[in-house]
């Protein structure tokens, strides 16, 4: 069950476009190719690959990957002229943003662009997979119906996302294969759907 506390019903009067993107955002030290050995190193770079995994092992697993729609970015190349209109071009052909938000978090310049940009500009919808948890029930307060301390200390890593958030839809889940797939196919989530800004999370 979704609870944001509730979610209205899923809209159904807006336009879904045949192909949907899914922007994923994460740290890694720069400059950055994704075939250094640093890269790999970093472990928030590492959650990205699971998607990436998945993706291969299953092609009906729902992760469009809109990293995959222009060219390598995180380079040395220069950062005004040609790595952030590389990264906004992506974000304009996405439905969201995939945030993952781990204890190796850093708040670099790529990070800050891509979420500031992502919401104050474009109001993409934010789900947020944290790596450090495993279950549905890591994000929640016993016994209550909210995200514990350990989620909102985390968002501290990253002060934009934290101070922006409240301006579009985010989810908070886990990093479970079987959650994220409910998550990417969740409508709700999208551009396209306008759902109302807050935090969501699944329950149960």
């Known amino acids: 069950m979704l609870t944001k506390s509730n979610i209205k019903s899923q809209k159904k009067h807006y ?16 400059p950055f190719s994704e075939s250094s050995l640093g890269a790999n190193a970093t472990k928030d770079f590492c959650y990205y690959n699971i998607l990436k995994a998945w993706k291969g092992a299953d092609s009906s697993f729902p992760f469009n990957n809109a990293h995959d729609t222009t060219y390598n970015v995180r380079d040395s190349s220069d950062w005004e002229l040609t790595l952030k209109p590389r990264l906004r071009e992506r974000l304009k052909n996405s439905e969201n943003i995939v945030l993952f938000l781990s204890e190796h ?13 992502g919401i104050n500009t474009l109001g993409l919808p934010i789900i947020v997979i944290y790596p450090d948890l495993k279950t549905k029930e890591d994000l929640i307060k016993f016994g209550k119906n909210s995200l514990n301390s350990t989620v909102k200390r985390l968002w501290d890593k990253l002060p934009i996302f934290r101070d922006s958030k409240s301006k579009v839809p985010v989810l908070h889940i886990p990093l479970n294969k079987e959650t ?6 969740n409508v709700s989530f999208r551009w396209a759907s306008k759902s109302e800004a807050d935090d969501y999370f699944y329950n149960k």
């Open 105 to 117: 978090t850093i708040n670099s310049r790529a990070l800050r662009e891509e979420i500031d940009y």
């Open 15 to 30: 336009e879904i476009m045949s192909k949907i993107y899914n922007y994923t955002a994460f740290y890694v030290s720069e």
């Open 180 to 185: 994220i797939r409910n998550a990417l196919n």
